[in-house]
């Protein structure tokens, strides 16, 4: 399904029943990045998948590099499509999203789950290392990142906005989430150390913070019963 928002069309799909429960996916990906994970949340959940700005079926429309208008676009889609209060899980760059979004709407979420031709070497370098943990499926890896990078800029813009991070992180505004927050990582991760996690923890008081043994990056991928698991058991708690 399609719906234009001021300039861009972005593309989105629902899948199954009850609350909703949005998800958003990593840099250079798009809403498949959630494939192995959707068949255990969909039978809770109604599971709300969109394309980000530039990436996959979504248009680049007019972009600025930034967090903010990253998190604008999520809550224009929402009024779009009429979805009010929702829990928000993101992995990778789509976790960072859902606390830029936690922190400026407060009031449209109920609980949050965090799990990120030169630019085409650089992007399947960057996907062989993230799927290092997990090799058998880093063919399907890269066929997605190809795929949902064909307009590089898309991935132009959402890097910019995460190195603006490095200028203006995220870490003294963690504090304004007063949400529920589950944050789930992978002992094997190195493009999000545990290290990391542990930071956010500290920074939104009263989260959960889990680690996944064995994994990578791709947590979605490489371990999705067991992330479906938790984000049903963390959001039937907090219902």
């Known amino acids: 399904m399609r719906v234009q928002l001021d300039g861009m069309e972005v593309a989105y799909s629902e899948v199954g029943r009850g609350e909703p429960l949005v998800l958003i996916h990593g840099l250079g990906d798009d809403h498949r990045a959630w494939r192995r994970t959707i068949p255990d949340l969909m039978l809770h959940r109604c599971a709300f998948l969109y394309d980000l700005r530039g990436h996959g079926q979504t248009t680049l429309g007019t972009p600025d590099g930034t967090l903010r208008q990253l998190s604008n676009d999520l809550l224009q889609l929402m009024d779009g499509v009429g979805l009010e209060q929702v829990d928000i899980a993101g992995f990778s760059l789509g976790g960072t999203i859902a606390m830029r979004f936690a922190i400026d709407f407060p009031l449209e979420v109920r609980g949050l789950v965090h799990s990120d031709p030169q630019l085409r070497e650089t992007l399947d370098r960057d996907t062989a290392d993230v799927y290092a943990e997990s090799p058998a499926e880093l063919e399907e890896g890269l066929l997605i990142r190809r795929q949902s990078t064909a307009d590089p800029r898309g991935y132009g813009n959402a890097c910019a906005a995460m190195a603006a991070l490095n200028a203006a992180?995220?870490?003294?505004?963690?504090?304004?989430?007063?949400?529920?927050?589950?944050?789930?990582?992978?002992?094997?991760?190195?493009?999000?150390?545990?290290?990391?996690?542990?930071?956010?923890?500290?920074?939104?008081?009263?989260?959960?913070?889990?680690?996944?043994?064995?994994?990578?990056?791709?947590?979605?991928?490489?371990r999705p019963g067991e992330l479906a698991a938790s984000i049903n058991s963390f959001l039937a708690e907090i219902a």
């Open 169 to 222: 992180p995220l870490d003294p505004e963690l504090g304004r989430i007063t949400v529920p927050t589950l944050i789930v990582a992978s002992d094997k991760d190195k493009h999000c150390p545990p290290k990391a996690a542990e930071i956010i923890a500290a920074g939104i008081k009263g989260s959960r913070l889990e680690i996944v043994p064995g994994a990578g990056h791709p947590i979605p991928v490489e």
